[in-house]
């Protein structure tokens, strides 16, 4: 507890002293104000990776959802060789984001992955060039975000169906309800908990996504595919403007809490109510 307290706690507040002081290279303590507030949404940087954690954030979590539900429905029919085929999907949850950032980089290279292959076999109109063009270079982002997440969240969801009680499908049924039909009207509301935990767990990883752009696009071309972890980063650590950082960080746990004080008030007010 005591650790917890001091390492994470004691540390958020340091951080928001930091976010109101002139701190430049190292620490200082003479409180400016908001100054350093003003200063971040003024700058360019900061409403570009705003911005792309927005488009970022809302296509992972959607594309996530819709691919989870999706591939935990069909293993949720009794198919052949389910466990294989659900430690296939499982199985990108199992490496960093580092690993996939770098092993995306490579196929989605121009010059030496998915486009050079195509082009080499005769295709040689097509083009996958989203690493290099500025305007595409966020998607290749959700791209490998959602090859990564998918899995767990078709996990998240294959346990919710497997703990609905089969007697409310099988009275569906006998009424004469289509399978859509009951997925649609009864399954999926049951599942309503579930599509929280995903939202809230998904939206974390997003907000916090570092290692990710780091190791696939750099934030580049130019910083057209930062997002606000690795401004805060760049800022605090490697431009020598802490205060800068520090303010940024301050943000991003603002977003954070945004999420997460509802969740916890949803559960803390079912518990009640139970």
């Keep these: 507890m005591l650790i917890t307290i001091v390492c994470i706690y004691g540390y958020m507040a340091w951080t928001t002293l930091i976010s ?4 430049s290279f190292l620490p200082s303590y003479k409180l400016v104000g908001f100054k350093q507030y003003i200063k971040l949404l003024d700058n360019d940087r900061w409403l570009v990776s705003s911005t792309n954690l927005l488009i ?17 429905i069909l293993l949720d029919q009794q198919i052949q060789q389910e466990g294989a085929i659900r430690t296939i999907f499982l199985y990108p949850m199992a490496i960093s984001f580092i690993v996939t950032g770098t092993a995306w980089k490579w196929i989605l290279n121009p010059g030496l992955g998915l486009e050079k292959m195509l082009n080499d076999w005769g295709w040689s109109s097509f083009q996958f060039d989203w ?11 959700v791209i490998a975000a959602v090859w990564q997440s998918s899995g767990f969240v078709m996990a998240l969801f294959l346990a919710g169906l497997r703990g609905i ?14 399978k859509p039909t009951i997925y649609r009207r ?23 996504s ?8 750099s934030g580049g071309p130019g910083y057209s595919s930062d997002l606000p972890a690795l401004f ?3 800022h605090a650590f490697t431009r020598g403007q802490m205060g800068l950082g520090a303010a940024s960080a301050m943000m991003m ?16 007010r079912g518990q009640r109510h139970d």
């Design 20 to 23: 109101f002081s002139n701190s």
């Design 56 to 72: 970022f954030g809302l296509l992972f979590i959607a594309i996530c959802l819709v691919l989870g539900i999706f591939l935990a």
């Design 131 to 141: 690493l290099v063009d500025p305007q595409m270079s966020i998607y290749t982002l």
């Design 165 to 178: 009680d089969p007697a409310i499908v099988k009275a569906a049924q006998i009424d004469g309800a289509s």
């Design 186 to 208: 009864i399954v999926l509301p049951c599942l309503r908990p579930v599509f929280f935990s995903a939202i809230i767990v998904l939206s974390h990883i997003a907000i916090k």
């Design 210 to 217: 570092f290692d990710l752009v780091t190791a696939l696009t």
């Design 232 to 234: 805060m980063y760049s």
């Design 253 to 268: 746990l603002a977003g954070v809490l945004a999420i997460l004080v509802p969740y916890l008030y949803s559960e803390l």
